[in-house]
Structures are given as C-alpha cells and as structure tokens.
C-alpha cells in the first residue's frame, strides 16, 4: 500500500456526495479506532491500580470535556448510520436511491447526535 | 459566442512533473480535445494525449479535468467553466503528460476472461446462439463498457491496491456471468471471488458517477459480489 495514495481517501475535488461520505467513514472510523484504544488504556490501568484508573478517568470525565464527547457520539452514530447504508447497498438493496439514502442516514445521524448530547448535557449539569 | 479560457495542464516529461498554462479563445460547443489539438497544433506541439474517435466511442480520450475523470471529446469547455485543470487519469502509471500505461488495466480485464465460454464451441460449424429480449436485457447496459479507465481512476480501492482487479473488469465478468449464452460462469466466479476480486470494493460508488456511458459498474459490483458469495457458499458443500 502507497501512503501517497491514502491520502487520496481524503480528496474531494472533483468527487459527488458519495466520496464525501465514503471520506467521512474513513475519518471517523479512524477517531473510533483512536477511541477505543484510548479506552483499552483506561481499563487496562486498573490492573496498576484503582488509584491510576481514577486519575485517568479525572482528567477525561468532566464537564469541561463535554464537547469532546459529544463529538465523539457524532463520529460514532455517523460511522453507524453511514455503514448501514453500505451494508444495505453492498447487499444490492436500495442502489437506485443510494444517494438520497446518504442524505436519510446523516440527517439520522445528527438527530441520533443531538439527542444524546442533550441527554449528556442533563446527565452532567443535573437539569 | 467565443471566449477566453485557461487550460492548466499537468505535464510530465519522464523525469519531472509540471503544471502549464495555456490561455486561448474557445468558442462556443468546443470540447475539451478541440482545446487540446488546439493547443498542440497552435501554442505546443510538444503536448501529448491519447484520443482517436473523437466521439465517444473508442474510450481513448479519457482525462481528469477540474478533478473527475471525463471523456475528453464528450466534454463542452464551457459547460466546465473558463479555468480547466487537465490531469492524467489516476492509477495508472504517466507516461507523458495526459498519457498513461493501461496495461495493467487491460491486463486485469483479460484475467476475468470477458469472452463468451462455450462446451461445444466447434468454429467449424458454427451455430446461432438465440436469445430472447428479456435475456438481452439481463445484461445489455453492461456491454456498453468502452474501457477508457475512468472508474478505475475514479475508484479508491485501486489506488490502495494495485492488484485489485477493479470496476471495469469485474463489470465485464458480470456482463458475460449473466449472458444466457455462456457457460462459464463458475470458473469467472473463481477468478473475482478472492482478495483482489469483488470484497476489495468499499462501495464509494464513484465509478458509476464518473462513467462517460452510464455503465453502472458499482451495481454490478455489488450484484457480483452476492453472486461470489452465493458461489463460495455452494463450495463449501461440494
């Protein structure tokens, strides 16, 4: 694999809706492999110690870093409405309205989005 | 109506790549190969490009401009704009300026077999092959590949993998798969069954943007693939 041409993932001059999407996918799948290697880390801690898994947990769980997760819940449900796409077009189902089906699953994806963010917001604020 | 356009073409001269202006007046209804013998009759003969029929039929022509692979001779200049940035297709190694090496991708096409496999194929005594309409239609618009590389360029599962066979062959693969006059589907299944064959494709289904002939060969692609997997399935129980 050439990495010069990875970076061909990531262009879009010239592309239609369906490379957006397909370079979003890529983005986001990599910010979910970066997550949960993070997570890993986090859990992985406890074996230190409960005292290590807590000063790790203090520094990323905290209202200040609300934002973080909520884009964190935007990558996820974009990377999860947007796979269910492909699995549905690469299953040979809805390929005529593949396009129009880009649309439904990101405004679901931000609905999904905002929904739990609300939801974090009331969880950490307590109202 | 005439105007002024710019082409900025990137060139290649076997050692360095380079880009080159070339700003002349283009009228209205001329395409983009006009501009480009244009330019190589009038402005630098030196500027090298593949092209032939000069109607869309031969699939020689076929370029990057302002980023998506199109057929030159197909392509109005001023229904792309008065700046046109003219590349070599994507994928394929440059050989000078607009010209690439497609003989890998030729090559690819051929290992899918895209012939018509027969038991009795006797050219002594040939025989007609009939077939109904609806037969016809099964896989009609999957014949009208020109093989000019577009999807190929076009598609990102290429440019990771250079042995991936990719749209255009499996295109063709699926077009001779669903012809009722053929009998070798089994043994094309095999060949687009493994790692470089159909399960490299991500879906990013802009070959079928891009095709100059509406070919649609990220649907067969996808039609391919249930057929392999429905083939890979049956394997296991023989």
Same mark, same amino acid.
């Given at each position: 694999?050439?990495?010069?041409?990875?970076?061909?993932?990531?262009?879009?001059?010239?592309?239609?809706?369906?490379?957006?999407?397909?370079?979003?996918?890529?983005?986001?799948?990599?910010?979910?492999?970066?997550?949960?290697?993070?997570?890993?880390?986090?859990?992985?801690?406890?074996?230190?110690?409960?005292?290590?898994?807590?000063?790790?947990?203090?520094?990323?769980?905290?209202?200040?870093?609300?934002?973080?997760?909520?884009?964190?819940?935007?990558?996820?449900?974009?990377?999860?409405?947007?796979?269910?796409?492909?699995?549905?077009?690469?299953?040979?189902?809805?390929?005529?309205?593949?396009?129009?089906?880009?649309?439904?699953?990101?405004?679901?994806?931000?609905?999904?989005?905002?929904?739990?963010?609300?939801?974090?917001?009331?969880?950490?604020?307590?109202? | 109506?005439?105007?002024?356009?710019?082409?900025?073409?990137?060139?290649?001269?076997?050692?360095?790549?380079?880009? *080159? =202006?070339?700003?002349?007046?283009? /009228?209205?209804?001329?395409?983009?190969?006009?501009?480009?013998?244009?330019?190589?009759?009038?402005?630098?003969?030196?500027?090298?490009?593949?092209?032939?029929?000069?109607?869309?039929?031969?699939?020689?022509?076929?370029?990057?401009?302002?980023? $998506?692979?199109?057929?030159?001779?197909?392509?109005?200049?001023?229904?792309? !704009?008065?700046?046109?940035?003219?590349?070599?297709?994507?994928?394929?190694?440059?050989?000078? %300026?607009?010209?690439?090496?497609?003989?890998?991708?030729?090559?690819?096409?051929? #290992?899918?077999?895209?012939?018509?496999?027969?038991?009795?194929? =006797?050219?002594?005594?040939? $025989?007609?092959?009939? *077939?109904?309409?609806?037969?016809?239609?099964?896989?009609? =618009?999957?014949?009208?590949?020109?093989?000019? !590389?577009?999807?190929?360029?076009? +598609?990102? #599962?290429?440019?990771?993998?250079?042995?991936?066979?990719?749209?255009?062959?499996?295109?063709?693969?699926?077009?001779?798969?669903? %012809?009722?006059?053929?009998? !070798?589907?089994?043994? /094309?299944?095999?060949?687009?069954?493994?790692? %470089?064959?159909?399960?490299?494709?991500?879906?990013?289904?802009?070959?079928?943007?891009? +095709?100059?002939?509406?070919?649609?060969?990220?649907?067969?692609?996808?039609?391919?693939?249930?057929?392999?997997?429905?083939?890979?399935?049956?394997?296991?129980?023989?």
């Amino acid at each position: 694999m050439e990495m010069r041409r990875v970076s061909g993932w990531f262009t879009l001059k010239g592309k239609s809706i369906n490379s957006i999407a397909y370079s979003f996918h890529r983005l986001t799948g990599m910010v979910l492999l970066l997550y949960l290697i993070a997570h890993l880390s986090f859990l992985t801690s406890l074996r230190i110690g409960e005292e290590t898994y807590t000063a790790f947990i203090s520094t990323t769980v905290r209202p200040e870093t609300l934002p973080l997760d909520s884009l964190l819940f935007l990558a996820t449900f974009y990377h999860a409405f947007n796979g269910l796409r492909v699995v549905l077009n690469e299953f040979g189902l809805l390929y005529e309205v593949r396009k129009a089906l880009i649309y439904v699953m990101t405004l679901l994806a931000l609905i999904f989005w905002l929904y739990s963010t609300y939801m974090m917001y009331v969880f950490v604020t307590g109202w | 109506m005439e105007r002024e356009v710019l082409f900025r073409i990137r060139r290649f001269d076997g050692e360095k790549e380079y880009w *080159q =202006d070339f700003r002349f007046t283009a /009228r209205k209804g001329m395409t983009v190969l006009e501009g480009l013998y244009f330019i190589k009759e009038s402005l630098d003969g030196s500027l090298a490009f593949r092209a032939s029929c000069r109607m869309g039929v031969c699939g020689s022509c076929a370029v990057k401009v302002n980023g $998506k692979p199109r057929l030159a001779c197909e392509t109005q200049i001023f229904d792309v !704009g008065d700046v046109l940035e003219i590349e070599p297709l994507d994928n394929m190694p440059v050989l000078k %300026d607009l010209v690439v090496d497609m003989d890998g991708f030729f090559r690819k096409h051929e #290992a899918v077999k895209p012939y018509l496999i027969r038991k009795d194929d =006797d050219y002594k005594n040939p $025989k007609e092959l009939l *077939q109904t309409p609806k037969e016809l239609h099964a896989y009609y =618009d999957f014949s009208l590949c020109i093989k000019c !590389g577009a999807c190929y360029s076009a +598609c990102p #599962a290429s440019a990771t993998r250079s042995d991936y066979l990719g749209p255009a062959a499996i295109t063709a693969a699926y077009r001779f798969c669903m %012809d009722s006059r053929d009998e !070798g589907k089994e043994e /094309r299944l095999g060949l687009v069954s493994g790692s %470089d064959g159909v399960w490299r494709c991500h879906f990013n289904a802009e070959c079928s943007e891009v +095709c100059p002939k509406s070919v649609e060969p990220a649907k067969a692609m996808q039609k391919m693939r249930l057929m392999s997997a429905i083939h890979m399935i049956k394997s296991i129980f023989r």
